[in-house]
């Protein structure tokens, strides 16, 4: 799969807003599976949105986004096969349990069995939790909970936006080393979103928007 950005904008931002972008503006960019990139952004630089745009929950931009070397009928059928993404804000519903949150998307994609599930709440340290309700939860917990409901479906590109930013370090190695194994059974590609500079996977590109 490659997801082709050309000429993309936020339709909110100006043009002197961007212009020091790599992404924003530029033409043909192409960002292929089995490929991990880093998206170095500050705040209010359009982070969150290049990310939006791409899983096509905002489609408040100029400029065109096209998605190669796949078929497709609509944009719910990219986000069912293709691609997956942890919201910044997670997107958990806080009244439903660790596990149901999880058991939702699974039950949709049937991707992962109950016990490979179980098996990922161990290893990020998250069994025990499993029927707490989210509403409970640490930040990062939630944050846990919605990497491990992101690996519930197949996919090419896998989306992360500030992805480590309520985790110790411990836990990043642990979630690091989940991912990476992800990615490579689903020869998927990564994009990471960051404000910051460490790098926690090897990354084939990164850019600055």
């Given at each position: ?7 993309i ?8 807003e ?6 924003y ?23 969150s949105s ?13 400029g065109s986004?096209q998605?190669k070397n ?12 293709f ?19 999880i ?13 490979e599930i ?27 909970t919605?990497?491990?409901?992101s690996?519930?479906?197949p996919?090419?590109f896998l989306?992360?936006?500030e ?6 370090e ?9 991912l ?15 404000l ?10 990164i850019?600055?928007?």
């Amino acid at each position: 799969m490659i997801i082709n950005l050309d000429n993309i904008k936020p339709s909110y931002m100006s043009e002197s807003e961007v212009s020091g972008s790599d992404i924003y503006l530029k033409k043909n960019i192409n960002l292929e599976s089995g490929k991990n990139y880093l998206f170095k952004a500050n705040s209010g630089s359009g982070k969150s949105s290049i990310l939006n745009f791409i899983y096509q929950s905002n489609e408040n931009f100029e400029g065109s986004i096209q998605y190669k070397n796949i078929r497709y009928k609509n944009k719910i059928d990219i986000r069912k096969k293709f691609i997956s993404y942890v919201f910044q804000d997670f997107k958990l519903f806080g009244n439903l349990s660790v596990w149901e949150n999880i058991k939702i998307k699974n039950n949709l994609t049937i991707h992962k069995t109950d016990e490979e599930i179980h098996d990922l709440l161990n290893k990020i340290g998250l069994a025990k939790k499993k029927d707490s309700l989210v509403n409970k939860l640490s930040i990062g917990q939630r944050q846990r909970t919605a990497i491990v409901r992101s690996l519930c479906q197949p996919f090419k590109f896998l989306l992360l936006d500030e992805p480590f930013s309520n985790l110790d370090e411990d836990n990043i190695k642990i979630i690091t080393k989940i991912l990476n194994n992800e990615l490579e059974n689903q020869d998927a590609g990564l994009i990471v979103t960051t404000l910051n500079n460490k790098y926690f996977f090897n990354y084939n590109k990164i850019f600055k928007l």
